[in-house]
């Protein structure tokens, strides 16, 4: 009886869910390599911006 009850039909939502998943995940990295490389970067430019200073 739970078989039938929790049986898929249809897999669009088992795509959906999985779509939805990878999304996320690339998400968590994106933002996690941006703050990373955004510290780096704000570094480097002040480093860049003070040598040029007279």
Same mark, same amino acid.
């Given at each position: 009886?739970?078989?039938?009850?929790? *049986?898929?039909? *249809?897999?669009?939502?088992? $795509?959906?869910?999985?779509?939805?998943?990878?999304?996320?995940?690339?998400?968590?990295?994106?933002?996690?390599?941006?703050?990373?490389?955004?510290?780096?970067? $704000?570094?480097?430019? $002040?480093?860049? *911006?003070n040598?040029?200073?007279?």
């Open positions: 009886m739970l078989k039938n009850f929790f *049986s898929v039909k *249809s897999q669009k939502g088992v $795509t959906m869910i999985e779509y939805a998943l990878i999304a996320a995940l690339v998400a968590v990295v994106a933002i996690g390599a941006l703050t990373l490389v955004g510290t780096n970067l $704000t570094a480097i430019f $002040t480093d860049i *911006s040598a040029i200073a007279p």
